[in-house]
Every structure is written in structure tokens, then in C-alpha cells.
């Protein structure tokens, strides 16, 4: 029996993406250490002791042994022991350092400072498409000890710890593993709420999820991407207008339903490509697109590369694209048309 399919988990079993390697902080005394701006998502857990964690100049958040976090890319961060410690370049004492766990403070055994240890990974995204698709992340994430999404983490703090303090076979692939995990319960926390201030909406794709028409709008179309579907046909499915689906729709996710659409059949056609047992033809039609040649210009058009050289060098659609990202202009295509909500997309 076939799974059911889920917009989450679509573009999760989507994704291209590298992890890195997980590496620790171990912390002592008065401590502060400032990273910059960075490329890909960071993903992280408190396995003892506390410290103050704030992202991109905003208010700091307290976590304790058990909380996990997620920062989103393009944001710079601050992890202190304290509030008044001045704080030191993290990707210079990281650099410095031969250990795979950072050690900082006074040594074990000469304080009677509380120890604070931290364990993280990065997750760095290949395809410019799944970046836009998670634009709308807050820069924090804190999945707090007690809440759901923490629940099902706190069973393999005990193995993220082991994987950091010693190289054993099978480390890499571990450590990846691990970290896809954690990245995929931050991003359930993200779109049970957690991350928004004062309980609003988040913005962006994964605070769309919680509506329950568009949600359930993005499931359609996640579930029969190859339809060719209007903005109407959309609106009459979830019980509203098309004016009033169309509005809501690009309010939420911040694209219009059929931007959106496109968008997500060249990922999902991009993946397809990847794997390199199918022609570019078979692909096309698939998704719904009438001929291979619709296609293309579609595929250039999101990734900015041809699907033929997307298939031997996916990569390269990272360099094309994320230019500039997450501020990426989102226009209506050309072959879209979003009046009468056609589309050879």
C-alpha cells in the first residue's frame, strides 16, 4: 500500500542536500562566541549544562540541557554563557581548534562553573528550488524540552554525544543521518508554531501548511502535481472563490498558485532527472508538461539551467539561482496566466 502523501513529506523525500559533520562546545566560566552570516541551516542540541542563544541581533532565548535548535541560513548568531561577556569570533576559535568538540573556559577540575555543552550540524541545500520553498523560516527555532517535537529527539541526545566525543566507523554516515533527523523534527516544530512571536502565523510556505484550506490545497496539489490544474479548480476544492483562494494563497506561501505549482513540478521533475534513468521526454510528461521543449523553458527558467545539464551537474542550479537568496523575486512566469489561471506549467 502506497503512503500517503503529505506536502512535508514531499519536498523532504526531495531533498538534495549535504550534511556536515557534527562538532561540540564544550564551555566553562564566562564565555560568549559571535558567528557571522552563513550559508546553509544550522541544527543543534544542549546536552548539558545552559547558555543564551539569540540569532541576527534579536532578543536572546534561553536553553537548557535537552533543547534543541534551528538556525536558518543567512542569519550571524551568538552562543554565551552569560548576557554581559564580550564575545569572541566562533569561526576563530573553531578554526584553531584540532578537536571535533571545542573546548573554551577553564579546564574540568580548576571551576566550579557550570559546564555547557553543545552539539551541532549544518544542512546545506543543492537545489535552489528546495531554499525557496523553506524561505520562510524564523531565524530561531528553539524545540524546547516537553514539547512534542522535543519528545521524540531526547532518546538520541545520548547517541549525538557519542558521535562527537570519537571517530567510529560508519561516522560519517551516522552523523548525517542524525542530523536529517533533527532537521526534519525542527521543521515540525516550525509548522506546529514554534519560532513565531506572540503565537502568529509564520510567514512562508511551512506557516501555510497550518491553514487549513491552503493546506489542504497544497496537499491536492502535491498529491496529483501532474493535473492541470486552475486557480479556480484549486479555489472550488477547498470551498473558496477563486479571487479569495488566489489572494489568501499568495498572502501565505507568498507566491501565486500556479507559480507555486510550476515550482514544485520542477523539483519534483528535478529529482526524477537526478536519478538519470529516464529521458528528459518520460520527466516532462509526468508532470504535465505538453512537450519537451514546455518543459525546458520552464526547468531554465526556475533553476537556470537546461534538465539536461541539470541531470550531470545539479549543483550548478545553486550558482544559478540563489543569487541574492532568500530575497528572490518571485514573478508569474510568462506561460502563466494568472487571470484566467492557465498554464502549460
Same mark, same amino acid.
Given at each position: ?121 549544518? %544542512?546545506?541545500? &543543492?537545489? $535552489?528550488? !528546495? ?12 524545540? #524546547? /524540552? @516537553? ?83 486552475? %486557480?479556480?479548480? &484549486?479555489? $472550488?476544492? !477547498? ?12 498572502? #501565505? /506561501? @507568498? ?91
Amino acid at each position: 500500500m502506497q503512503s500517503p502523501v503529505d506536502p512535508l513529506s514531499d519536498v523532504l523525500a526531495s531533498l538534495n542536500v549535504r550534511t556536515g559533520s557534527l562538532s561540540g562546545l564544550e564551555a566553562w566560566g564566562s564565555w560568549a562566541l559571535r558567528f557571522g552570516v552563513h550559508e546553509h541551516i544550522k541544527i543543534g542540541a544542549v546536552l548539558d549544562g545552559s547558555c543564551w542563544l539569540s540569532a541576527d541581533g534579536a532578543e536572546p532565548v534561553r536553553l537548557e540541557a535537552g533543547d534543541c535548535f534551528l538556525l536558518a541560513a543567512r542569519e550571524s548568531f551568538v552562543f554565551s554563557g552569560d548576557l554581559d561577556t564580550p564575545y569572541r569570533s566562533g569561526e576563530e576559535v573553531y578554526r584553531t581548534s584540532d578537536s571535533r568538540v571545542v573546548r573554551i573556559g577553564e579546564p574540568p577540575g580548576t571551576t566550579d562553573q557550570e559546564r555547557t555543552l553543545i552539539v551541532g550540524s549544518s %544542512v546545506h541545500f &543543492l537545489d $535552489a528550488t !528546495v531554499a525557496l520553498l523553506l524561505d520562510g523560516l524564523p531565524p530561531l527555532v528553539p524545540i #524546547l /524540552v @516537553g514539547t512534542p517535537q522535543a519528545k521524540a529527539i531526547q532518546p538520541l541526545l545520548g547517541v549525538f554525544l557519542d558521535e562527537v566525543s570519537a571517530v567510529r566507523l560508519g561516522t560519517c554516515v551516522m552523523s548525517g543521518r542524525l542530523t536529517e533527523i533533527l532537521f526534519i523534527q525542527a521543521l515540525r516544530a516550525v509548522v506546529a508554531g514554534a519560532g513565531a512571536p506572540d503565537g502568529t502565523a509564520l510567514p512562508g510556505w511551512l506557516g501555510a501548511l497550518r491553514d487549513p484550506r491552503i493546506g489542504r490545497a497544497l496537499l491536492l496539489m502535491h498529491q496529483q502535481a501532474g493535473r492541470p490544474w486552475t %486557480v479556480a479548480a &484549486l479555489g $472550488a476544492q !477547498v470551498g473558496m472563490s477563486r479571487a479569495s483562494f488566489a489572494a489568501r494563497f499568495k498572502e #501565505l /506561501v @507568498g507566491l501565486p498558485p500556479l507559480v507555486y505549482l510550476q515550482r514544485w513540478r520542477i523539483l519534483a521533475a528535478g529529482r526524477e532527472l537526478r536519478r538519470g534513468e529516464r529521458t528528459v521526454a518520460s520527466v516532462a510528461a509526468e508532470w504535465g508538461y505538453s512537450s519537451e521543449t514546455a518543459f525546458s523553458t520552464a526547468f531554465k527558467r526556475v533553476t537556470g539551467i537546461s534538465p539536461a545539464h541539470y541531470r550531470g551537474a545539479p549543483f550548478e542550479a545553486v550558482a544559478a539561482r540563489l543569487d541574492g537568496w532568500p530575497s528572490v523575486p518571485f514573478r508569474v512566469p510568462a506561460d502563466v496566466d494568472e487571470r484566467t489561471g492557465s498554464s502549460d506549467a
